[in-house]
């Protein structure tokens, strides 16, 4: 370490984005911190081998003191910047006193190289350096993040850019890597403890219902309709890379100039609402992938998902990087400006949400019906498909069994009862891809949906499905069980995929929250509506009483997670084992 840096500054420069392995190792993140990272990608050296080593280090979050996580010293992890073509070869050196991982998220790769501990390799144990090597064969944003116990919410993560071998389809001057993070002071397991005991141990929000027989409704659900994020302000300060509001990371332009942004969610559990008041934004790509450009207000995401968006200020001001928390108990914040120190105001936070009927998977002309017959959480009445038509009548069953289009109509949810790791059933589940999302339906602005989301390019294979299979999103937030079909990953491991098969994947969100699915080493094709230009997603989010379909081209073979992005729906067991197997000869 140059020795202008004690350690004291070291560690607290580190909390910017800033180290760029390889590039420059050395190069404090103050100084990073303020420079954008176009570069001329001819110009640029790529770096043969990159060396991380996992340790826990002091660090300081805003004024306060903590330990975290980090890899080489720095939350978030340092930059890694690779080209599309070459082959990764990343040492990773763990001086942790348990065992720890990395998952490259989003990337397409070989299985053994894909970090998931009892998955894809056995974990990288103390004091060992495991080597990934891979080649890589795509190119945007990224992120990667440990794969073990529950060391990403200590700051177990970092960015990952793919210059492309074929530059993007759009332009801009300058480049900054925004990314969104929630740290606790608490130890991550406390924090587990603490919602297991109680669930809404972090929901300060609570309202006081006034209809009582909507309350009765409600508890019946084992929910609350202030149950928008399990984790919130309470405990959470947020974060844009690594720096808290206050400290307001700074991004520096000149009027005119086409500046990308390169959205990361690395957070454990936080959904973010983001807006730079002032400014249209530009979204160029979702998930790494270029996509045909919208121009919004505003947009969310989801845990693990990704945005790129240009934006192009005019003036010699400065503009807020508002990252408001879906909940609305918080916001990570930076600033875009001509010149650091620069200030812009700071929105309030604006109304907390509550849950709807449609959350519950209930249309409003529906909320006349006996709550006691039909809201009862064990449903056991449920799986008779002829009850539910006899009570809804208007609803149209045939609509699920076509297969070939996206369509959004409610459709009866006649599917199972899971017991009791499933409390509430939503009577209908429909699609909800052309909603906003919670808090955001009314704004008043253009906020992007997933249906705006249309690849630049027709996909690459546009078979039709051979087969199609569904998967219950299931959870009962009272007891903070969160699984698939009801059972978690200890009661059931793998889901079987076919070697060679296009497949239809169908998730139906039985619960009222929103989930962030993540599937590794395959990419996701939304059925949005966008015909051959569904977009290609590593993550989705699966809002309340949803139903949505992707398509995946099953290209590889081996053992791949299959799991909820919010780490303690993941960590409880909201998880399963994609195997692919050789498809089952045929009888005959
Ligand atoms: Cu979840």
């Not at 906020?447 to 959870?475: C, F, M, W």
């Amino acid at each position: 370490m140059p020795n202008f840096l004690h350690r004291r500054n070291f560690l607290r420069f580190t909390t910017g984005l800033g180290l760029v392995v390889g590039l420059d190792y050395f190069s404090p993140a103050y100084a990073k911190q303020i420079k954008s990272i176009k570069a001329d990608q001819t110009q640029l050296k790529y770096p043969e081998i990159i060396d991380l080593i996992i340790q826990e280090t002091g660090v300081k979050i805003g004024e306060q003191n903590a330990t975290g996580i980090t890899v080489n010293n720095s939350i978030p992890a340092p930059l890694i910047r690779l080209k599309e073509g070459q082959i990764a070869k990343i040492n990773v050196t763990n001086k942790l006193d348990e065992d720890t991982s990395i998952h490259w998220h989003g990337i397409i790769l070989p299985v053994k190289m894909d970090g998931v501990p009892g998955v894809s390799f056995a974990g990288i144990k103390p004091g060992q350096t495991f080597t990934y090597e891979f080649p890589i064969i795509q190119s945007g944003t990224y992120w990667y993040h440990g794969h073990s116990g529950l060391q990403e919410q200590r700051g177990h993560f970092g960015p990952i850019i793919i210059d492309p071998i074929e530059s993007d389809p759009f332009q801009y001057d300058k480049d900054y890597v925004v990314m969104l993070s929630d740290w606790t002071f608490e130890d991550p397991y406390d924090v587990l403890k603490n919602l297991k005991k109680m669930s809404s141990y972090y929901n300060n929000q609570k309202r006081t219902v006034e209809n009582l027989s909507e309350d009765s409704m409600w508890r019946q659900m084992r929910m609350d309709p202030t149950d928008i994020a399990d984790i919130t302000g309470a405990t959470y300060t947020y974060l844009i890379n690594g720096l808290v509001p206050e400290t307001n990371w700074t991004a520096i332009f000149k009027p005119g100039e086409k500046v990308r942004l390169r959205f990361i969610n690395g957070s454990a559990m936080t959904f973010f609402d983001v807006r730079i008041p002032g400014l249209k934004m530009t979204v160029v790509q979702a998930d790494g992938q270029n996509i045909q450009p919208v121009i919004v207000d505003e947009f969310r995401m989801g845990t693990a998902e990704t945005y790129d968006i240009i934006v192009e200020p005019k003036n010699e001001q400065a503009y807020t990087i508002f990252a408001e928390t879906m909940d609305r108990s918080g916001y990570a914040r930076g600033t875009l400006a001509i010149s650091q120190g620069m200030t812009a105001p700071i929105p309030k936070l604006r109304e907390r949400p509550v849950r709807s009927m449609k959350d519950m998977g209930m249309n409003h002309d529906m909320s006349g019906m006996n709550n006691n017959l039909h809201m009862n959480h064990d449903m056991s009445g449920m799986n008779s498909n002829s009850t539910m038509n006899h009570d809804m009548s208007g609803m149209n069953s045939n609509s699920t069994m076509n297969h070939d289009m996206f369509n959004d109509e409610a459709v009866p949810n006649i599917s199972n009862d899971f017991g009791v790791r499933n409390a509430g059933v939503p009577m209908m589940v429909q699609s909800r891809l052309n909603e906003p999302g919670i808090g955001l339906e009314n704004t008043g602005t253009r906020v992007l949906v997933y249906s705006d989301l249309r690849n630049i390019a027709p996909g690459y294979d546009q078979r039709k499905p051979d087969r199609e299979i569904e998967l219950h999103l299931t959870g009962n937030m009272e007891r903070y069980m969160w699984s698939f079909n009801g059972k978690k990953y200890s009661e059931e491991k793998e889901i079987a995929f076919y070697k060679g098969e296009r497949l239809r994947l169908t998730f139906i969100n039985q619960t009222m929250m929103e989930h962030p699915i993540h599937l590794h080493g395959m990419w996701m094709e939304l059925d949005n509506g966008a015909g051959q230009y569904k977009p290609r997603k590593h993550t989705i989010i699966v809002k309340p009483a949803e139903k949505l379909s992707v398509e995946i081209n099953v290209d590889v073979s081996g053992k791949w997670p299959l799991h909820c992005h919010l780490l303690y729906h993941m960590k409880v067991g909201m998880f399963r084992t994609v195997a692919i197997m050789d498809h089952p000869v045929e009888a005959g």
